[in-house]
């Protein structure tokens, strides 16, 4: 068991180093979905017991944080949360979208898309099942609600990722989120831009997130902390054990 899941994982990691590599496109997000994460399915499926019971779990869904699969669940929460808003977007963008903020928020869609099929079909039966959102609070039709939003979510993201990875006792994995904060580093960069023109490295104001301006790192949040500013916009009940 061992070798297969070193051999699994080596395979894992050349995959995902060809697509990060590249854009995602329409088709090539599909292909990243059902081909990087073929190998740790096998890993979850054949060495770990399903996760969730439903017998046991009255209403919601459960995030266990005893090891590498729940922090796999909590990315793939938040991956949910991005991928909805983006195609809600990307459906129906506002009014007053230039053509390249369109064509730009297509691409986030299909980068947030690829993030959470990939988890799911790594996680196999251990993945938690499909969240509810809410997005009444957000303007849909307005610009600036929009960027807004755009901008807590992936400012969220990368702070959530930052904040789990310590959490991480997988090699294989914590390169995994690497190549992936880094992606939502890019969307955070891309929308503060467009906000605020020349604000795409500024710190100042993620403070609140765990940044440190001085020392130039960005934000970084404990899952309980994330979920908590992230439940505004999930009306599916998330249960957490063994934080």
Do not use: W
């Not at 292909?31 to 060495?47: D, E």
């Not at 230039?98 to 980068?111: G, L, P, V």
């Not at 969220?156 to 914590?174: C, E, F, I, P």
Request: proline share 2%; glycine share 8%.
């Amino acid at each position: 068991m061992k070798n297969l899941q070193k051999n699994e994982q080596l395979d894992v990691l050349q995959e995902e180093s060809n697509i990060f590599n590249a854009r995602l496109q329409r088709r090539s997000f599909l292909q990243y979905a059902g081909a990087g994460a073929a190998g740790i399915a096998l890993i979850a499926a054949g060495c770990k017991k399903k996760y969730q019971d439903d017998d046991m779990m009255p209403t919601g869904v459960t995030l266990d944080f005893k090891d590498d699969f729940g922090v796999l669940n909590y990315a793939y929460a938040l991956e949910q949360l991005e991928a909805a808003f983006y195609i809600q977007v990307a459906s129906n963008p506002p009014s007053t979208f230039s053509a390249a903020e369109k064509t730009y928020f297509q691409d986030i869609q299909f980068h947030e898309i690829a993030h959470r099929e990939f988890f799911k079909k790594a996680l196999g039966p251990a993945a938690i099942t499909g969240l509810e959102v809410d997005f009444s609070s957000i303007n849909f039709t307005d610009r600036l609600s929009v960027l807004g939003a755009a901008k807590a979510f992936e400012d969220l993201g990368v702070a959530a990722y930052n904040g789990a990875g310590v959490r991480l006792k997988s090699d294989t994995y914590l390169i995994l989120a690497g190549q992936i904060v880094s992606v939502e580093a890019r969307h955070a960069a891309y929308i503060r831009d467009l906000i605020s023109n020349g604000s795409f490295a500024d710190l100042t104001s993620l403070t609140a997130l765990g940044s440190n301006d001085a020392g130039g790192l960005d934000g970084a949040l404990a899952p309980d902390k994330v979920l908590g500013i992230a439940g505004k916009y999930i009306k599916t009940k998330i249960n957490v054990i063994n934080l």
